[in-house]
């Protein structure tokens, strides 16, 4: 009886038995495989090693007239629809073309993993919304566009970077809502959720607006009004890293900014409360003389912010916005007729900003006309009308 229990308990250790394959091509011969166990990346492994220890990436596998991949990772051989004797074409792709090959993996890769950050970050973005009183961010379909110094739209080269920004500028102005309601920790949430959301966009274009610098001075802002001083490096940080960002933006001492402005001013309110922070964590640094330059500086630019309340009225009288009417006179130095010649520019730019996507939501509403293509991607307009052209 010990012996009957001894035979079956060895029987029931013993590995299964191996399944054997077939592989012709590149390297040919019969191959011993554990069908339910082994993956593609397995078979792909042996068979590169048998073919002359050869990189794994230049060995291509055809089974059924399809190319066995290596994702899903996990997928056994028995699961991509091998069975025993069944036959496998190998392939052996030149050194170059098999690191060309493993680039275009990488590239896919990564493309995947960021399309999985935007839709991760979406989700909990929409999560977040549900926990503030007002419940919603902005419409997902919502028309926005991105404008340097200049006033020229930046363009963006894919429909990813073109959501990411979307999501970041809807987040900041969320977070914007919450900083004027005092509820700072909650900001503060949703800002890091939007610096995040930037960070998916293509850095040298983000680098031509000043959007990431003043989200930056928010975070900041934040860290200061919950007295956290425990973040005093970090703020240190994202101070020096939005003074990088304006100046790249506007350019060194906001030369650029004047210069594609007609000698006009960048807004200095940005700079009052960037050398406000700056001051407040040098000393708490202990830094007081860094301290008291970047104070002083903030307190300059302060008081060049005051209009006289004479100017303003001139230009409401003239039926322009007080608000405008104060922000045209901080650009221009407090001269009458330089702020009436800007306001001028800023409505015409305002009218022809109103035309342009007016025509953008048309072309967004004719491309939905036509549904997506198999690729689950929108109608190319511009292909499409290149086809139209010629019949």
């Known amino acids: 009886m010990a012996s009957g229990e001894a035979s079956a308990s060895a029987s029931a250790s013993a590995p299964p038995p191996a399944d054997r394959i077939r592989v012709v091509g590149a390297w040919a011969g019969p191959l011993e495989v554990e069908l339910g166990a082994w993956t593609v990346p397995m078979l792909r492994a042996e068979v590169a090693r048998r073919a002359g220890d050869v990189e794994p990436d230049r060995v291509g596998?055809?089974?059924?007239?399809?190319?066995?991949?290596?994702?899903?990772?996990?997928?056994?051989?028995?699961?991509?629809?091998?069975?025993?004797?069944?036959?496998?074409?190998?392939?052996?792709?030149?050194?170059?073309?098999?690191?060309?090959?493993?680039?275009?993996?990488?590239?896919?890769?990564?493309?995947?993993?960021?399309?999985?950050?935007?839709?991760?970050?979406?989700?909990?973005?929409?999560?977040?919304?549900?926990?503030?009183?007002?419940?919603?961010?902005?419409?997902?379909?919502?028309?926005?566009?991105?404008?340097?110094?200049?006033?020229?739209?930046?363009?963006?080269?894919?429909?990813?970077?073109?959501?990411?920004?979307?999501?970041?500028?809807?987040?900041?102005?969320?977070?914007?809502?919450?900083?004027?309601?005092?509820?700072?920790?909650?900001?503060?949430?949703?800002?890091?959720?939007?610096?995040?959301?930037?960070?998916?966009?293509?850095?040298?274009?983000i680098e031509r607006v000043d959007n990431v610098p003043m989200l930056q001075l928010d975070i900041v802002w934040c860290y200061f009004m919950l007295r956290d001083v425990s973040r005093l490096e970090v703020a240190g940080a994202r101070l020096n890293k939005a003074r990088v960002g304006f100046e790249l933006s506007h350019g060194k001492d906001s030369t650029r900014f004047r210069l594609l402005q007609a000698a006009r001013h960048a807004d200095l309110a940005l700079y009052v409360r960037l050398e406000l922070l700056e001051g407040v964590v040098a000393?708490?640094?202990?830094?007081?003389?860094?301290?008291?330059?970047?104070?002083?500086?903030?307190?300059?630019?302060?008081?060049?912010?005051?209009?006289?309340?004479?100017?303003?009225?001139?230009?409401?009288?003239?039926?322009?916005?007080?608000?405008?009417?104060?922000?045209?006179?901080?650009?221009?130095?407090?001269?009458?007729?330089?702020?009436?010649?800007?306001?001028?520019?800023?409505?015409?730019?305002?009218?022809?900003?109103?035309?342009?996507?007016?025509?953008t939501q048309r072309e967004i509403m004719e491309q939905r006309r036509y549904g997506k293509t198999p690729m689950n991607k929108a109608v190319d307009m511009q292909k499409l009308k290149g086809l139209t052209t010629i019949g």
Request: net charge neutral; proline share 1%; charged share 30%.
């Open 61 to 205: 596998l055809i089974f059924g007239g399809r190319v066995l991949k290596d994702d899903p990772a996990g997928v056994s051989l028995q699961q991509a629809g091998l069975k025993g004797n069944a036959k496998v074409l190998s392939t052996l792709a030149s050194p170059d073309r098999g690191k060309a090959l493993a680039a275009e993996a990488a590239a896919a890769a990564a493309e995947e993993e960021h399309s999985n950050k935007l839709v991760r970050l979406w989700d909990a973005a929409q999560a977040l919304s549900q926990r503030h009183s007002d419940g919603s961010l902005l419409d997902e379909n919502f028309n926005i566009a991105l404008e340097d110094q200049s006033g020229q739209k930046v363009m963006f080269g894919s429909a990813d970077d073109m959501k990411a920004l979307k999501m970041a500028l809807m987040l900041h102005q969320k977070a914007k809502v919450l900083i004027k309601k005092n509820m700072y920790k909650e900001a503060l949430d949703v800002l890091m959720m939007s610096e995040e959301a930037f960070a998916l966009c293509d850095n040298k274009l």
């Open 283 to 359: 000393y708490y640094n202990g830094n007081t003389e860094k301290a008291r330059g970047s104070l002083s500086s903030a307190q300059s630019k302060y008081m060049q912010l005051q209009v006289p309340d004479e100017a303003i009225a001139m230009l409401t009288d003239m039926g322009y916005d007080a608000r405008a009417s104060k922000r045209a006179l901080k650009m221009t130095g407090y001269d009458i007729q330089s702020s009436v010649d800007l306001l001028c520019e800023e409505r015409e730019k305002k009218i022809r900003r109103r035309e342009q996507d007016i025509e």
